[in-house]
């Protein structure tokens, strides 16, 4: 099997949707596909004892999080038939209503799509060592679980 | 032996430090938490995994890496 490098998904703070519409733009000379599908993790101000958050501070196990991404996309791509699949995971502070998870997955038809980025999503959730720290707007904090 | 030990996210506010190298003679992962118990009383009460070489391991694995790191749950996404 050809050893592919392993790349960094991580982008230090939000994902912003200028770089969302330029992956987009980038896949229009790939004419095989037939169907994008895409995830947009996003910071909710949730109110939690009357406070509310404002943001949240994202770091990682870069190391074994990288692993972790890539062992992902190639079990993606082992399960389902995809033309291509980006991640990209935000760290540092990203403020609410900004985009902290960018998962985007194409392929020929559509049902595979909608599989493939859910398995992917869950699996990012489940298995990559990334921990999120919710900022209150009077700068005390908690630590965000995954629901 | 000296294991490099690294903390992520609560785990890292309760040691007050990101990383450290530390010389232990733990054999297993277990003796190596029994140890670190000893030195931060307050992870007894924190729900954490065990990384070695970037792996999630047991608390029965032997230690055979040079790097150890304590996750808490992962919250990605």
Not at chain 1, 49 to 76: L, Q, V, W
Not at chain 2, 11 to 28: C, F, G, L, P, Q
Not at chain 2, 38 to 43: Q, R, S, Y
């Amino acid at each position: 099997m050809e050893h592919k490098k392993i790349k960094s998904v991580f982008k230090q703070g939000a994902i912003s949707s200028e770089f969302i519409g330029e992956s987009i733009a980038k896949h229009q000379s790939k004419t095989s596909i037939g169907a994008h599908n895409i995830f947009l993790g996003q910071v909710r101000a949730d109110v939690i004892n009357n406070k509310t958050i404002s943001a949240i501070e994202y770091t990682a196990y870069e190391d074994m999080a990288n692993i972790k991404f890539h062992d992902i996309r190639e079990a993606a791509f082992e399960k389902f038939d995809l033309t291509c699949m980006h991640i990209y995971h935000s760290l540092g502070i990203v403020k609410a209503g900004e985009i902290c998870l960018f998962v985007f997955v194409s392929a020929p038809r559509r049902k595979v799509v909608f599989k493939a980025l859910e398995f992917i999503v869950e699996a990012i959730k489940a298995d990559v060592p990334v921990f999120g720290k919710e900022i209150f707007e009077d700068d005390t904090h908690q630590w965000k679980t995954n629901t | 032996m000296k294991i490099n030990i690294k903390y992520f996210g609560q785990i890292a506010e309760v040691t007050n430090r990101d990383s450290e190298i530390i010389e232990v003679s733990a054999k297993t992962i277990s003796e190596l938490t029994d140890w670190i118990y000893l030195k931060f009383p307050d992870l007894k009460n924190k729900d954490f995994q065990v990384a070695q070489n970037q792996e999630l391991v047991s608390i029965e694995t032997k230690i055979t890496g040079n790097e150890i790191a304590l996750l808490p749950p992962f919250s990605g996404g």
